[in-house]
């Protein structure tokens, strides 16, 4: 494709890829703007988001039946499983070799149907969606807003927003936590849709395509993520989109209106989703500036329309989107993120040389780490010699969040999952690299991911999670591991086998998940293997639980303390009264669990809130003086006690 030029001539698969694209970023803007509205004089309740989505619903319904052209089934037969390559209506199903669309329906049978059923039927039940994501979402309902409240766990206030605000849209219209996994979810989805396409607008085929799927289907992170209420994988796809519009922009000369609206979109709901999304986006919009100051001086008087234009649509979704929570944290913290209110600080305590170093160092060093401790010594003792010849230690306090030390993490989760494997990929894809021909743009793209990680890491501390929150930029790296292996190697075999492995690889996270055990937990077949007498504490799968019981994967001691904790409230003088708590919790309280006993003894007939003395300034409608509550409630490390009860 001369540079410049639109692709027109969009095959099938790409439609339908763009088309979930487009309705994911507009589903997710509409959620925050009911969100928003509906929170204007507390009218954020079930009725009112019942009725604006039934209006959603109704308009869309109209929109369709007044197209002119309707969808022609007919190209279901020649574009089934072509997976969107470039101009793929050159293409048809007799194209495709058999054996990778065999591949790939075992991977949709055996990895992602698995996830959805997960992902619906099991509770979330990892730590930071018990902690805050959902508490949060619990407080919003309740208050019948989603401004700053009083608690003791400042997460649930300051974090961006914006998964939960589609999290809320769910939890609302189905009155129940069943389907807040999906978000993560469809997410996942997203992310390899999105990847796909990018590489079919560069010209790689459905078997370079296929190679991404696979390889990002094979990132545990990515599997174990899917089916949890974390967002990574949101922030994940939206930073894609904010790509993959980029290179629409570039590639149509920015003629059109709407692909600078979905590219603004993308970023400002990716930042409302995670600010590390702005660090990440930084060199493509570096490239986007330069794009259009070229064009400007090229032809001058044509591109002052799309300057202004450009300028309008970025600042006006800003002001709309973004803004509104960075002025609610400055009206209730006094600064726009709020952070100074966090225990540990998430920032270096310096800019230093060094400390970009090291942070860069422990970083890969956590992402590479496999659960064999024999490795990860060899890999801590190499490190710690390369600190000392940097001339700082692996442990110093400045760098290291919550001045912790330094620790190899392998924990395999969704927290912390790395993969050696993928490193090794990324790693020989750059070794190939020098063996094409014209590489030029590809190093651009390789430096200004670099450039991301080194600005991150002179930015953040390191933190034991931080491979999690690398998940953006770990997808963007593995992309263009992809766009080299492809262009490098030419024996078909190899790539074939590669996808193989990969394929199963990726049924580990699915099939042996520790918080979501198909088959078992991996900790669990170790202790029965070394004859530990820990192995008669598990091994349940999630088939064998109920749902209560998933909830408290981590914590199953926690379960029957709170029983005998909400055994001892008091129900009120008649059934139909609010119960009222007043709850000190810490930083890693799970407070969901006190919203699930509460509903599942008093019904809706309670009112979880606390009365500390919040150093912030809350909504003034969201507190609550100290004589509102009957009971109070209060978690010490994980253990739950009451500490008042006022009789009436």
Known sequence: MAKGQK????????????????????????????????????????????????????????????????????????????????NLSSFSIKGIEKKYRSLFLFSVVFILLPLLLLAVFIPPNNWDSLAYHLPRIEHWIQNKNIFPYPTNLIRQIVTPPM???????????????????????????????????????????????????????????IIFQATTTQTDLLASFYLLSFVLFSLEFVQENGRHLTTIFYLALSLCLGILTKYTVAIYALPFIVYLIYFVLVKILMEPKSKIKLIASTLIIAIGLSLIIIVPFLFSNQQAFGSLTGNEYFSASMSNSKLSLQYTISNVLKNIADFISVPVNAFNNILFSVLNKVHTIIGISVNEKGANWNNMD?????????????????????????????????????LL????????????????????????????????????????????????????????????????PVYFNRAKPIIADPFYLKRVLSHSPKAALGGKTVFQKTRMENYFVWTPFLAKQLDTLFNNIPMTQSKMDTVKMDIITEFDSHEYMIWLKAREKFGPHFYIGSAQNITYHPYKSNNRSSNYFDIALKDSAMHWKSIKIRHN
């Open 163 to 221: 998964s939960e605000y589609i999290l809320l849209q769910l939890r609302m219209l189905s009155g129940n936590d069943w389907y807040l996994n999906l978000v993560q979810y469809f997410s996942f989805i997203g992310v390899l849709l999105l990847a796909t396409q990018i590489l079919s607008y560069l010209k790689i085929n459905y078997k370079g395509q296929l190679l991404v799927y696979f390889i990002l289907l094979s990132l545990p992170l």
């Open 445 to 508: 793209y390789l430096g200004g991911l670099f450039f991301t990680l080194i600005i991150y890491s002179s930015i953040f501390r390191y933190s034991p999670w931080n491979n999690r929150l690398f998940l953006p930029l770990t997808i963007l790296f593995l992309l263009s591991a992809v766009y080299i292996l492809h262009r490098t190697i030419l024996k078909e075999k190899v790539l074939f086998a590669l996808m193989a492995v990969l394929l199963l690889i990726a049924a580990s």
């Open 406 to 442: 330094f620790i190899i993490n392998n924990h395999i989760n969704e927290d912390s999952a790395g993969s050696l494997l993928h490193f090794i990929i990324v790693i020989a894809s750059i070794v190939l690299l020098f063996k094409m021909k014209s590489k030029k743009n590809i």
């Open 7 to 86: 692709n027109v001539q969009l095959g099938f698969y790409s439609n339908v890829r763009l088309a979930f694209v487009k309705a994911s970023l507009l589903i997710s803007f509409i959620s925050y703007l009911f969100a928003e509205i509906l929170s204007v004089q507390n009218r954020l309740n079930v009725f009112n988001t019942n009725i604006a989505w039934l209006l959603v619903c109704l308009l869309s319904a109209y929109y369709f039946i007044k197209q002119k052209s309707a969808v022609d089934i007919s190209h279901f037969n020649s574009a089934f499983f072509n997976l969107g390559s470039y």
